[in-house]
């Protein structure tokens, strides 16, 4: 897990909300009341933008790294791509239970233990869902994360020891999305710290820094990717 954060409505009122595309999925626990909903955020090829004013409810986040969702719920990540989905539909009995247990806790600690014992526990199941290529797809996914350079789809499947096609179908079930895909967002998250470093970024020297061709290709991916310019988003998030 990436970590796991805590929603009240006092510290997280918020004019819009912006999900950007990072390869990561996110289990969202809310809390409407007496009821629980749960649902799985799978990851984003496309910014998800929601207009406010939103005062969101009471939640607990729990985020998974890239490559790391897979084994909690079952399914090729490829299915949840770009989609909520019920935890009900995902673990169908065992959905409600969990929703159950997590009502029943008392406080925000107690919810946030109850989560973390159910996904230890869906990790010690004996019919773990585990794709054949999930070992090669972390190490090609570290090889991205870490990497300095620009690299084909095919050269990283070659270095790997797999075809092209094994690598696609893998990140398909580990990740959502394809290496190619995968790339141009780490690719573009890396701008984005790069550029939140400063009061005044250069996006032609970030562009350089982080694997772009030029500036132009830099804008261009952004507004591909969010449906806004760099400067733009930058501005929202500050």
Same mark, same amino acid.
């Given at each position: !897990?990436? &970590?796991?954060?805590?929603?009240?409505?006092?510290?997280?009122?918020?004019?819009?909300?912006?999900?950007?595309?990072?390869? $990561?999925?996110?289990?969202?626990? +809310?809390?409407?009341?007496?009821?629980?909903?749960?649902?799985?955020? &799978?990851?984003?090829?496309?910014?998800?933008?929601?207009?406010?004013?939103?005062?969101?409810?009471?939640?607990? /986040?729990?985020?998974? *790294?890239?490559?790391?969702?897979?084994?909690?719920?079952?399914?090729? !990540?490829?299915?949840?791509?770009?989609?909520?989905?019920?935890?009900?539909?995902?673990?169908? #009995?065992? &959905?409600?239970?969990?929703?159950?247990?997590?009502? $029943? /806790?008392?406080? #925000?600690?107690?919810?946030?233990?109850?989560? $973390?014992?159910?996904?230890?526990? +869906?990790?010690?199941?004996?019919?773990?869902?585990?794709?054949?290529?999930?070992?090669?797809?972390?190490? @090609?996914?570290?090889?991205?994360?870490?990497?300095?350079?620009?690299?084909?789809?095919?050269?990283?499947?070659?270095?790997?020891?797999?075809?092209?096609?094994?690598?696609?179908?893998?990140?398909?079930?580990?990740?959502?999305? &394809?290496? *190619?895909?995968? @790339?141009?967002?780490?690719?573009?998250?890396?701008?984005?710290?790069?550029?939140? %470093?400063?009061? @005044?970024?250069?996006?032609?020297?970030?562009?350089?820094?982080?694997?772009?061709?030029?500036?132009?290709?830099?804008?261009?991916?952004? %507004?591909?990717?969010?449906?806004?310019?760099?400067?733009?988003?930058?501005?929202? @998030? %500050?």
């Amino acid at each position: !897990m990436r &970590g796991v954060r805590v929603v009240t409505h006092a510290a997280d009122a918020t004019p819009s909300y912006v999900r950007l595309p990072d390869g $990561e999925v996110e289990l969202v626990v +809310r809390f409407l009341g007496p009821d629980v909903d749960a649902h799985v955020v &799978g990851t984003r090829l496309q910014a998800l933008h929601k207009g406010g004013p939103v005062v969101p409810p009471e939640a607990i /986040a729990v985020r998974f *790294k890239a490559g790391g969702a897979y084994p909690f719920f079952g399914v090729s !990540m490829a299915a949840l791509t770009d989609r909520l989905v019920s935890v009900d539909t995902l673990w169908g #009995a065992e &959905g409600a239970r969990f929703r159950e247990r997590v009502a $029943e /806790a008392a406080t #925000a600690a107690a919810r946030v233990q109850v989560i $973390e014992d159910v996904l230890t526990a +869906r990790l010690q199941r004996g019919d773990l869902f585990e794709p054949a290529s999930a070992p090669v797809v972390r190490r @090609a996914i570290r090889s991205i994360e870490t990497g300095s350079e620009r690299s084909s789809v095919g050269a990283l499947a070659r270095s790997l020891g797999i075809s092209e096609r094994q690598l696609r179908r893998g990140f398909d079930d580990v990740v959502g999305m &394809g290496p *190619k895909a995968f @790339a141009r967002v780490v690719r573009f998250q890396r701008a984005l710290r790069a550029a939140a %470093r400063g009061t @005044a970024p250069d996006w032609g020297a970030i562009a350089a820094a982080t694997g772009y061709y030029d500036q132009a290709h830099l804008v261009g991916e952004v %507004r591909r990717l969010t449906g806004t310019t760099p400067a733009a988003l930058l501005r929202a @998030a %500050r």
